[in-house]
């Protein structure tokens, strides 16, 4: 019924990669904040990714990822032409961006690519969108044009200086707030510590913050429990229940320790795939 | 003349020490010799109370006169009358509880094997020919299963034969439902479920995995958009609970469906497999069912040095099989009765150092007839754990309820339905786990044929 063909494939920076996929029953519900999971191989695992853009028309999805494990890695290999095993979806909760006028979008890493859709939503039904995205250095920079043109402004930092502003989102992002201006929202996606930090800024700010969270998962619908995390003192499900959460009541220190929980099997997986595709194992 | 014998044959097993370290099955099963033995203790009561403790009436003495006569084929026709899976349900039926509770030769010894012969007989089946391909004139009429587990698989099989053209959904990546991602293979071979599957695709079943029905598709778009004239939902119970005390979101901490699916469905079992998991250390499995069962035994099997059972009644209560209690003590899994878990104890990188219990002891009986266990004073201890797996139940997941206008549930999440398995939504009818909650695999079984029936009345009147 759907074959999951890979239609375009481009390499954004070295280790991040942008697929088009056909998918047209997904295609015909995805929102942005919705994922799916998706599967490489036969006994391979399951993988969330958020959805970053999709084709009603055409019925195909976008896929964006950095090669950090070994799924990612055989995923990054398939070529145009190439099948997915499996790919579920949508899946999770939509953005809920209605009624907001003035939003700051902050991006880290490869959670850019997730925050891009939000963005272009929010730019789509009118609000001021200020973007403030940072990466560890130029070579990891992703989706510059994108951002630019949905954006009202525009921030992109990096870890050294060697593109944009040397610094922290967090850096910006204080001083975009010092200086003035008032947001309704402010939408954070990409590592736990970044959001982390972003939401202790904005909570001595008073300013709502969502946060969009990426935690291990399974299946996808509730059914494992893996994806739990703790936010306002409440057990919440982030397939279900988010991917996006309150900021100020989430227990990062907790999730940042679950997500650590396979950090050795996971490395040990990566290098084992690295050694298959005959790759330096970074 | 009967066999006298007050016990059973016994069932050929792998020994503990053994079985322990791998995922092979543990029982092996009955030659047909053996098979022939056990059939001729049955003393063909004429009032079969047996059948009457069955939840689908097999007409259990029959086909246990067929296997006595060594006639293996007539009796597995007997018991396909009124069973769609009898190769899973000799393996995972409480027989103890159901139709051999009710044998005559257990008043005075054990009651006949009446489990271990269904098994030999499916198995037998199994063994023979292939089935050939789909004879059944088709009525062209297309209806919807969503769920693949045995309520699923039943319901679809009884609609094929009534010659519907059946599409099945299913969100996972594999089709078998609990049978496949929470049973593990070495109390129920993977192979036993896919052989069913394709035997009900090669008699013209459409499967479609990956879909999450609510989310890719509504109900209200299988019948409205999609052509579907009925629909059935056996999505079964698959919402893992907690229960609520500080710690269970510590690393280390599962749900016994993650623990279960990581190890079945992901196939963490399989040397080399790519899928994590808490392999060795200790393991605490909180619960007393089933699924506490196949938790335990799994982590003995992926290298634990130790698994502690922390259950709050007491052993008579267990609710999990007769069959898997033994094995797994014969296994060397330990078991704390009467203990309750108050809290899980974390270490410096808030991950599970220990669980911390109270003692309980048994008050008053409560609505379920089971006496209430209530916390002993001072009764506090720590078990030193490493990984934690909470099996303390499931409920319906909510998805189908909140994306089905005008679907009735129960509080707990159970679809309302009739005995037939309507449900409050014309043309939509439900069966299973997703209904009653978790209960048993016969159970759901029996409510996917019920409801076969009922939608195949249902599409006539529509019809008329
Ligand atoms: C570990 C374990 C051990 C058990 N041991 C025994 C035993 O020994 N004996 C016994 O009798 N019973 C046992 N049980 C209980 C038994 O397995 C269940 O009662 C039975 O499987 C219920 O069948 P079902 O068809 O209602 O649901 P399930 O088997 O749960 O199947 C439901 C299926 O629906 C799918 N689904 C859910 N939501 C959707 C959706 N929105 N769209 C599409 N698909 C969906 C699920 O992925 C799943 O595949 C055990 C259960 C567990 C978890
Ligand atoms: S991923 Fe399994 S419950 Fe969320």
Redesign the pocket.
């Known amino acids: 019924m759907h074959l999951f063909e890979i239609l375009q494939k481009e390499i954004l920076c070295p280790s991040v990669v942008r697929m088009v996929v056909k998918a047209p029953l997904i295609a015909a519900k995805a929102q942005a904040g919705q994922f799916v999971i998706l599967r490489v191989s036969e006994d391979g695992e399951r993988i969330p990714l958020t959805v970053a853009d999709y084709d009603r028309i055409e019925g195909t999805i976008t896929i964006i990822f950095q090669t950090v494990g070994a799924t990612t890695l055989m995923l990054s290999r398939l070529m145009v032409g190439d099948s997915l095993q499996d790919l579920v979806g949508p899946l999770g909760r939509a953005t809920e961006t209605v009624g907001l006028k003035k939003v700051a979008v902050i991006g880290g890493g490869v959670g850019t690519a997730i925050a891009y859709p939000v963005a272009k939503k929010l730019h789509e039904q009118g609000a001021e969108v200020h973007c403030v995205v940072g990466f560890r250095n130029r070579d990891l920079v992703i989706l510059q044009e994108e951002f630019s043109a949905v954006s009202d402004r525009l921030i992109t930092l990096t870890d050294d200086g060697s593109f944009g502003e040397k610094g922290l989102v967090t850096d910006a992002l204080r001083r975009l707030i010092e200086t003035g201006e008032n947001y309704d929202k402010v939408i954070a996606i990409g590592p736990l510590p970044m959001m982390k930090y972003v939401s202790l800024l904005t909570k001595e700010h008073g300013i709502k913050t969502v946060v969009s969270m990426n935690p291990i998962m399974i299946?996808g619908?509730g059914?494992c429990g893996g994806c739990r995390l703790t936010v306002g003192g409440q057990t919440r499900f982030a397939c279900v229940d988010g991917p996006e959460f309150d900021g100020h009541q989430v227990d990062f220190d907790e999730a940042i320790e679950r997500s650590r929980l396979y950090g050795e099997q996971e490395r040990h997986a990566y290098e084992r795939a690295c050694n298959l595709f005959g790759q330096e194992v970074r | 003349m009967a066999n006298l014998s007050p016990k059973k044959v016994p069932m050929p097993a792998r020994a503990p020490k053994l079985r322990s370290r791998d995922f092979l099955e543990v029982a092996t099963g009955y030659t047909a010799e053996q098979a022939i033995e056990e059939a001729g203790r049955c003393l063909q009561c004429k009032h079969k109370p047996c059948t009457g403790g069955c939840p689908v009436q097999v007409d259990i003495p029959s086909f246990v006169a067929e296997v006595a006569k060594g006639d293996f084929a007539a009796a597995y026709e007997v018991i396909s009358r009124t069973s769609s899976l009898p190769a899973v349900?000799g393996?995972?039926?409480?027989q103890e509880t159901q139709c051999e509770s009710r044998c005559v030769r257990g008043k005075n010894g054990e009651p006949v094997a009446i489990g271990r012969l269904e098994r030999f007989v499916a198995d037998w089946h199994n063994e023979q020919a292939d089935v050939p391909a789909c004879t059944i004139a088709q009525n062209g009429r297309r209806v919807a299963v969503?769920?693949?587990?045995?309520?699923?698989?039943a319901c679809a099989g009884d609609l094929l034969r009534m010659g519907y053209d059946v599409t099945m959904?299913?969100?996972?990546h594999l089709?078998?439902?609990?049978?496949?991602?929470?049973?593990?293979e070495f109390?129920?071979p993977k192979a036993i479920v896919q052989q069913e599957i394709r035997r009900l695709q090669k008699q013209g079943l459409h499967l479609q995995t990956n879909?999450?029905?609510?989310?890719v598709l509504s109900v209200d778009e299988l019948m409205e958009q999609q052509g579907y004239e009925a629909v059935f939902i056996?999505?079964?119970?698959?919402l893992p609970r907690f229960m609520n005390i500080p710690g269970e979101n510590l690393g280390g901490v599962y749900s016994?469906?993650e623990f279960?699916t990581r190890v079945n469905l992901m196939k963490a079992y399989v040397p080399d497999s790519p899928t994590p998991i808490r392999r060795g250390g200790r393991v605490v499995v909180v619960g007393g069912?089933?699924?506490a069962?196949?938790?335990a035994r799994c982590a003995l099997r992926l290298g634990a040095d130790k698994v502690t059972i922390v259950y709050r009644r007491s052993a008579e209560e267990l609710p999990?099989?007769a069959e898997?209690v033994e094995h797994a003590m014969e296994e060397g899994i330990v078991f704390r009765f009467l203990s309750n878990p108050v809290e899980i104890v974390a270490d410096d990188h808030r991950r599970v150092a220990g669980i911390h219990c109270v003692e309980m002891e048994l008050g008053e009986a409560d609505a379920s007839g089971r006496r209430r266990p209530v916390v002993k004073a001072d009764s506090d201890f720590i078990i030193d754990a490493d990984a934690v797996i909470m099996?303390i139940g499931?409920s319906p997941?909510p998805?189908?309820k909140s994306t089905t206008a005008g679907l009735e549930t129960q509080p707990f999440g159970g679809i309302v339905t009739n005995e037939w398995g309507a449900t409050s939504r014309p043309g939509v009818f439900a069966?299973?786990?997703?209904?009653?909650g978790?209960?048993?695999?016969?159970?759901?079984?029996g409510?996917?044929k019920t409801a076969a029936e009922a939608m195949d009345k249902y599409m006539r009147q529509k019809n008329q």
């Open positions: 299946d619908t059914m | 349900c393996r995972v039926c409480p969503v769920g693949s587990g045995p309520a699923g698989l959904f299913e969100a996972l089709a078998g439902g609990v049978l496949v991602y929470g049973i593990p109390r129920l879909m999450v029905i609510g989310r056996g999505t079964g119970a698959g016994a469906n279960l069912g089933n699924v069962m196949d938790a999990a099989r898997e099996a499931t997941n998805l189908i069966g299973g786990d997703a209904v009653t978790a209960a048993t695999v016969i159970l759901a079984m409510a996917g």
